[in-house]
């Protein structure tokens, strides 16, 4: 139950820029954390059960362009791109592709969630985060030298409310794409609407600052703080200044650097007994490799400036999946909402399959006692459950990206369940 509104905010922002039951061996009650890892955290779950913490994440929610065109209230649909397309030429694409849309009048307010509605009614997630890749505006400003601009109007923010999302990460290549009046409006729009967000600000201070949720009946706070960098497209020019809004942009190429910054903004925001989530827009958009200096980089943040979770994303399919030192880093979750039905190119790698990530997290030390997956396909412009052709490709893909950094992952019933 969460019951603060973003206390750390230090000025008033303003602010544009893509089922089922577990099995009896890993199950848990509302009194309880499970585990399916070994060592030294099977052996902490032995001293105390407790109730953990359970986060949603996803990755890139794409509500701009084609999926404006579908919503109640409409931008321009007047584009920049290269193509000569304009936003319902890709609402076309997807009709194309997998027929024709349900009438306007027979979609819900929150159609484009699809089945991810009941998922997180049976779920029950403390806090749900998602990585807002759209700006938020009625701005006819495109960023200039940009190929792609995304924006939703800002009268559709009452989708975002249809599925009860609390954070939205705003530290992507995508925010400022109508300009900074955009981003600006962007940020009003949510703030206005009691949706906090992380990422971007009125100034540097903001863009830094943590999202603050309270969850009273777990009696913890968890901190979202949210970044990005430049190798996912973020142009440097949207970094902001101490008098100047944009993004929180760094650079994980200085490792050492970056960290002790970060060590010091959360320790200035820390109180303790804290959860901290570092939400992270970084690498392309397509390919299973994972940088080096992004591992380091996760792993010192984790060591060192006392992240708990570290949730990617930027590329277009889902990535490798680590546990390090008890704590959870998501390297890329994926393209969870886009307008992508019907363009050709990169079929391998199945952008239109994605994850819902619920972690499950002890609220005593931060570590993490269970992470479940359910696997969703982007189709009709809309979430939907997973088909079983989808389901064991992610099964398949996921073991061998976890593999990678010494997990695993397991089938139960309609969920993938990671095996660290």
Same mark, same amino acid.
């Not at 009046?181 to 949706?195: A, R």
């Not at 901290?276 to 010192?300: D, M, Q, R, T, Y």
């Not at 307008?339 to 994605?354: K, S």
């Given at each position: 139950?969460?019951?603060?509104?973003?206390?750390?905010?230090?000025?008033k922002l303003l602010?544009?820029?893509?089922?089922?039951?577990?099995?009896?061996?890993?199950?848990?009650?509302?009194?309880?954390?499970?585990?399916?890892?070994?060592?030294?955290?099977?052996?902490?779950?032995?001293?105390?059960?407790?109730?953990?913490?359970?986060?949603?994440?996803?990755?890139?929610?794409?509500?701009?362009?084609?999926?404006?065109?579908?919503?109640?209230?409409?931008n321009n649909p007047?584009? $920049?791109?290269?193509?000569?397309?304009?936003?319902?030429? $890709?609402?076309?694409?997807?009709?194309?592709?997998?027929?024709?849309?349900?009438?306007?009048?027979?979609?819900?307010?929150?159609?484009?969630?699809?089945?991810?509605?009941?998922?997180?009614?049976?779920?029950?997630?403390?806090?749900?985060?998602?990585?807002?890749?759209?700006?938020?505006?009625?701005?006819?400003?495109?960023?200039?030298?940009?190929?792609?601009?995304?924006?939703?109007?800002?009268?559709?923010?009452?989708?975002?409310?249809?599925?009860?999302?609390?954070?939205?990460?705003?530290?992507?290549?995508?925010?400022?794409?109508?300009?900074?009046?955009?981003?600006?409006? =962007?940020?009003?729009?949510?703030?206005?609407?009691?949706?906090?967000?992380?990422?971007?600000?009125?100034?540097?201070?903001?863009?830094?600052?943590?999202?603050?949720?309270?969850?009273?009946?777990?009696?913890?706070?968890?901190?979202?703080?949210?970044?990005?960098?430049?190798?996912?497209?973020?142009?440097?020019?949207?970094?902001?200044?101490?008098?100047?809004?944009?993004?929180?942009?760094?650079?994980?190429?200085?490792?050492?650097?970056?960290?002790?910054?970060?060590?010091?903004?959360?320790?200035?925001?820390?109180?303790?007994?804290?959860?901290?989530?570092?939400?992270?827009?970084?690498?392309?958009?397509?390919?299973?490799?994972?940088?080096?200096?992004?591992?380091?980089?996760?792993?010192?943040?984790?060591?060192?400036?006392?992240?708990?979770?570290?949730?990617?994303?930027?590329?277009?399919?889902?990535?490798?999946?680590?546990?390090?030192?008890?704590?959870?880093?998501? $390297? *890329?979750?994926?393209?969870?909402?886009?307008?992508?039905?019907?363009?050709?190119?990169?079929? *391998?790698?199945?952008?239109?399959?994605?994850?819902?990530?619920?972690?499950?997290?002890?609220?005593?030390?931060?570590?993490?006692?269970?992470?479940?997956?359910?696997?969703?396909?982007?189709?009709?412009?809309?979430?939907?459950?997973?088909?079983?052709?989808?389901?064991?490709?992610?099964?398949? =893909?996921m073991s061998r990206?976890?593999?990678?950094?010494?997990?695993?992952?397991?089938?139960?019933?309609?969920?993938?369940?990671?095996?660290?």
């Amino acid at each position: 139950m969460l019951t603060c509104r973003r206390s750390c905010r230090v000025l008033k922002l303003l602010c544009p820029c893509g089922m089922g039951s577990s099995n009896s061996s890993l199950k848990f009650s509302k009194s309880e954390v499970f585990r399916e890892g070994r060592g030294d955290l099977a052996s902490q779950a032995s001293k105390r059960m407790v109730t953990p913490v359970t986060m949603f994440m996803v990755g890139d929610v794409m509500l701009g362009r084609g999926i404006d065109m579908i919503l109640e209230h409409s931008n321009n649909p007047i584009l $920049y791109e290269s193509n000569g397309l304009d936003a319902r030429d $890709y609402v076309s694409l997807a009709e194309r592709q997998t027929g024709p849309l349900p009438d306007k009048s027979e979609r819900s307010l929150d159609y484009v969630w699809g089945d991810a509605i009941q998922i997180l009614k049976e779920k029950k997630p403390d806090l749900r985060i998602i990585n807002l890749e759209t700006s938020v505006t009625t701005s006819d400003t495109q960023w200039p030298l940009k190929g792609i601009h995304y924006r939703m109007h800002p009268g559709n923010v009452n989708v975002i409310q249809s599925a009860n999302i609390d954070c939205c990460v705003l530290a992507n290549n995508h925010i400022a794409d109508w300009g900074f009046p955009g981003l600006v409006e =962007t940020m009003n729009t949510l703030d206005n609407s009691g949706i906090k967000f992380a990422g971007a600000g009125q100034n540097s201070l903001e863009a830094k600052a943590p999202a603050v949720f309270h969850i009273s009946n777990k009696g913890v706070r968890v901190l979202v703080f949210a970044a990005g960098h430049s190798s996912s497209g973020i142009p440097d020019s949207w970094q902001a200044r101490k008098d100047k809004e944009g993004v929180n942009i760094v650079d994980f190429y200085q490792a050492s650097k970056s960290v002790n910054e970060l060590k010091n903004l959360i320790e200035n925001h820390k109180q303790d007994g804290d959860i901290i989530v570092l939400s992270i827009h970084w690498g392309g958009n397509w390919g299973w490799n994972v940088e080096s200096s992004f591992v380091k980089f996760a792993h010192k943040a984790i060591d060192e400036a006392g992240v708990h979770i570290i949730q990617g994303h930027s590329s277009h399919h889902v990535k490798g999946i680590e546990v390090h030192n008890g704590r959870l880093i998501i $390297y *890329g979750c994926g393209d969870f909402l886009n307008d992508y039905e019907g363009i050709t190119g990169h079929e *391998g790698y199945r952008g239109d399959l994605a994850l819902m990530y619920f972690a499950d997290v002890s609220p005593d030390t931060g570590m993490l006692a269970g992470l479940r997956m359910v696997p969703t396909q982007i189709k009709h412009l809309r979430v939907n459950k997973a088909k079983e052709e989808g389901v064991k490709w992610l099964v398949k =893909t996921m073991s061998r990206e976890c593999k990678k950094f010494g997990c695993d992952v397991r089938r139960v019933d309609d969920e993938i369940h990671l095996v660290f």
